[in-house]
């Protein structure tokens, strides 16, 4: 065979173009090359601008500009694994920009990115798709669809990548997706707990960090913290807390125990391995602030079982508890408290903690400056004192009213609250309630009491409610004006609310003038509208509104007609008729202020001596606000009464006398107006005694009755036949009389001749004075009644039930009709 002779190179055709090395400086020319179909100058393009954007956040923000977004998300699918390295590198380091973020979100890259995270892709793909996913995945919007695209499980899988880059963009990833529910519970169930707990071995501290934090988000799902006993992750975390060198891990590692703790087995579990005794070692061993605040947090998170509870006072935390209180730390301080409430839900924990003398320092942390440790101050306090008389005590003895007081006009609320709650439960005691009011509870509640926030609300109406308990502090809310915020709560529309206020509202209704003053503001009107509503009335607001009535009869008599047996008709009661639920009754200052009408006479009851109302309205003004006065004058007769000063004339004269016989008196000053006082009723006192008098010496219950229905009816114009009483001029004579005293107003003692309802009114009225007990029942048609109980004699030595009987007052008085017969409705109806 011959030799083979080498051939001459071919020249290159005519149309082929020479190489050209390109050197540009640039960027704008750069991101045109990212358009070329030639592959080698599309990964010098890419490899060129991942350089330049690593420079600084102003390039990243001048390559957006130009345009090179979006050919570079085209670029990372390249089929050329060089091109697709090197637009990766790119996109990675520029997705750290806002702009760019958003941008990418728009062309939907994540699909892209998340489809080259597979195992044979190249290491750095992996590094900066990672990292380019963990820039995004800040976004709520990028979380979900790196979860609705299955990008959880690849992340998870490259947590064992041997490139450490890698790992930290994987977990900082994972972070960031975890703050959501869906992708906790996908991470438990893609059983991604194992590669996570490797990585607190990593070398890298910022890998371990990340890892601990994205287990602290984790367990707070309670399977999670089942899986975590199960892959012994406590004892790979009190690795950590015992080693020095990872003293800057211990925060979160504290952080992921507290989430673990919550379920009573782990505490069973970290307490058969030692672990307690480590986690209490941490708290009364001198390390950073930031160790011991999360290991009290930890204890706190631990004591939310009630069996954990019992582990720890076991363990003599309270102890521990209370000598960090001696720390000049506000984050310790403010975790200890806390942890104090949490404890103190146990018993022995509570007295325990009085024992040590622990009150005392709690009670002086609501001196400091912070808000966040005055509100855990006061809600360790109130958690001691919760049904623990002893320790409300304690805080008393530690001048604890003075500073709670002060407190509740605080800005923050919460402090506010817990405050509130602490002074109720101390309220529970007479004597520390009398101390508190003392302190000026009820002014300083006038604040929380106008509170948007609910909690506050809740605490400061349960506060009223338990101070009004005194009369005192019924006072002291009156005159501080605390009573109209209190009727506006009626109208919340929170349950907790609005019941509590209905709670406050009944109890102050036991003094008659501030249940006035209740019904001045509009309160007799909401708790009728709730008691007519299926799902707002409660127990309480009937109870607000019985209470009410009861302490104002009139009103009562009003709205319901009718008095029971345990209904004292006093001095200032007036029947204005009939009225509508819901109807507003007016006072009898209002209606004295009326011109004469056509309507029907107001009657009223008035027997108190002239000279002793002078001398009581003295007093009531030296201790009551100008407004308490005005108020109790109007039912309780108190105050001086309002007439004309002393005029010359003939005419005058004889009118002052007649009007100084009918029981008004001159004002010493016409210059100064003294408040409405109703007129004192003569004539009314007089049959009082003389009831007194004949009706009291009877010994028979049938005879006192009777004797006393003959008064009324002698009082009243005698008897009427029944028949003939459309002829009984009633009706003229009180236009007679209401002509006479110019006012629609009429003393029940100047009626001569009245009908059924004044007859009623006036046995009623006279009947309470002398301690005979009855009942008022208003009818219709001008009808009313009493009715009286009379007991039988027993038969065979057992006795019989009282019977019920309707007196008669008007044709034949005294006679006795049993409830229910024919001749007891007749008397109602005809």
Not at 215 to 244: M, P, Y
Not at 376 to 403: C, M, P, R, W
Not at 470 to 478: C, D, K, P, T
Not at 481 to 501: D, F, H, M, Q, Y
Request: aromatic share 4%; hydrophobic share 40%.
């Amino acid at each position: 065979m011959g030799k083979k002779v080498k051939k001459e190179s071919e020249p290159p055709p005519k149309d082929a173009f020479d190489p050209l090395p390109i050197e540009s400086k640039n960027a704008a020319t750069v991101v045109l090359m990212l358009d070329s179909p030639e592959e080698d100058v599309l990964a010098k393009a890419c490899e060129a601008i991942h350089r330049f954007a690593e420079k600084g956040d102003e390039n990243r923000s001048s390559l957006l500009g130009l345009g090179a977004v979006e050919p570079l998300t085209r670029l990372i699918s390249h089929e050329d694994k060089t091109v697709r390295r090197n637009a990766f590198m790119a996109v990675g380091v520029m997705a750290s920009n806002n702009d760019v973020r958003r941008l990418m979100k728009k062309l939907n890259i994540i699909p892209s990115i998340i489809s080259k995270l597979s195992p044979e892709e190249d290491v750095v793909v992996h590094e900066f798709a990672t990292l380019c996913l963990a820039s995004l995945s800040v976004d709520f919007t990028c979380k979900v669809q790196i979860f609705d695209h299955n990008g959880l499980e690849p992340l998870l899988r490259l947590l064992s990548s041997p490139d450490p880059d890698v790992k930290k963009n994987s977990v900082e990833c994972i972070f960031n997706l975890v703050q959501d529910l869906p992708s906790r519970v996908a991470v438990r169930e893609l059983n991604g707990l194992p590669p996570l707990l490797e990585l607190l071995h990593s070398d890298f501290p910022i890998i371990q960090q990340l890892a601990l934090q994205t287990l602290e988000s984790i367990t707070t799902d309670a399977e999670t913290r089942a899986a975590f006993r199960v892959e012994q992750g406590f004892n790979r975390l009190l690795e950590l807390l015992t080693t020095k060198e990872f003293s800057d891990l211990h925060v979160d590692a504290l952080r992921v125990i507290s989430n673990c703790l919550e379920d009573t087995e782990s505490t069973k579990l970290i307490q058969g391995t030692g672990g307690l005794e480590k986690l209490l070692q941490f708290i009364i061993t001198p390390t950073s602030p930031e160790v011991q605040t999360n290991a009290v947090k930890a204890i706190s998170r631990v004591a939310q079982s009630s069996e954990n509870r019992k582990i720890l006072h076991e363990q003599d935390v309270e102890k521990a508890l209370i000598d960090l209180l001696a720390m000049e730390n506000e984050g310790i301080r403010t975790a200890v408290c806390q942890a104090v409430a949490v404890m103190s839900s146990n018993l022995s924990s509570k007295d325990t903690f009085r024992h040590l003398d622990g009150i005392r320092p709690i009670v002086q942390l609501l001196n400091s400056e912070g808000n966040e440790v005055k509100e855990a101050a006061a809600q360790a306090l109130s958690s001691l004192t919760n049904s623990n008389q002893l320790n409300a005590y304690a805080v008393s003895e530690a001048k604890g009213e003075e500073l709670l007081v002060r407190l509740l006009q605080d800005s923050c609320s919460g402090a506010v609250a817990h405050v509130a709650s602490v002074l109720t439960n101390m309220a529970s005691q007479e004597a520390l309630r009398c101390s508190i009011i003392t302190h000026g509870a009820m002014r300083a509640l006038l604040e929380p009491l106008q509170s948007t926030d609910n909690h506050t609300l809740i605490s400061a109406t349960q506060a009223v409610a338990t101070l009004a308990c005194n009369a005192e502090g019924r006072g002291e809310l009156r005159n501080a004006g605390g009573l109209l915020p209190l009727v506006k709560l009626l109208k919340s529309n929170n349950t907790e609310i609005r019941r509590n206020a209905c709670w406050a509202v009944s109890v102050c209704a036991n003094d008659e003038p501030t249940a006035t003053e209740m019904c001045k503001l509009g309160a007799l009107e909401i708790l009728q509208e709730i008691n007519c509503s299926l799902n707002r009335k409660n127990k309480f607001s009937e109870a607000a509104l019985q209470r009410l009535l009861d302490s104002n009869l009139s009103v009562k008599y009003s709205l319901t007609g009718h008095l029971s047996h345990t209904d004292i008709i006093a001095d200032g009661f007036y029947d204005p008729g009939q009225a509508r639920m819901g109807d507003r009754v007016p006072a009898l200052e209002d209606i004295a202020k009326q011109v004469i009408n056509q309507h029907r006479a107001v009657i009223a009851v008035n027997g108190k001596p002239q000279d002793q109302v002078t001398a009581e309205s003295v007093e009531d003004r030296q201790q009551d606000s100008p407004t308490e006065t005005r108020t109790s004058s109007v039912l309780s007769s108190k105050g001086s009464s309002k007439t004309p000063s002393k005029m010359k004339g003939k005419g005058r004269q004889e009118d002052e006398k007649q009007r100084d016989e009918d029981g008004y008196k001159p004002l010493q000053d016409a210059g100064v107006e003294e408040p409405w006082a109703l007129p004192y009723d003569t004539a009314f006192q007089c049959l009082i005694a003389e009831a007194a008098k004949m009706v009291l010496p009877q010994n028979e219950e049938a005879e006192i009755y009777t004797a006393l229905a003959k008064l009324v009816c002698d009082a009243m114009g005698g008897p009427v036949d029944i028949k003939k009483q459309h002829d009984f001029p009633w009706q003229l004579h009180l236009s007679e009389l209401k002509f006479e005293l110019r006012s629609n107003i009429i003393p029940i003692g100047k009626i001569k001749k009245g009908t059924y309802y004044h007859r009623a009114l006036l046995f009623k009225a006279l009947a309470d004075r002398i301690g005979v007990s009855c009942s008022l029942v208003r009818g219709e048609y001008c009808r009313a009644w009493n009715e009286v109980l009379l007991s039988s004699p027993p038969k065979n030595g057992f006795y019989i039930q009282p019977q019920s009987y309707i007196i008669d007052l008007m044709h034949q008085p005294g006679n006795l009709m049993k409830c229910g017969t024919p001749a007891a409705i007749q008397y109602q109806t005809i």
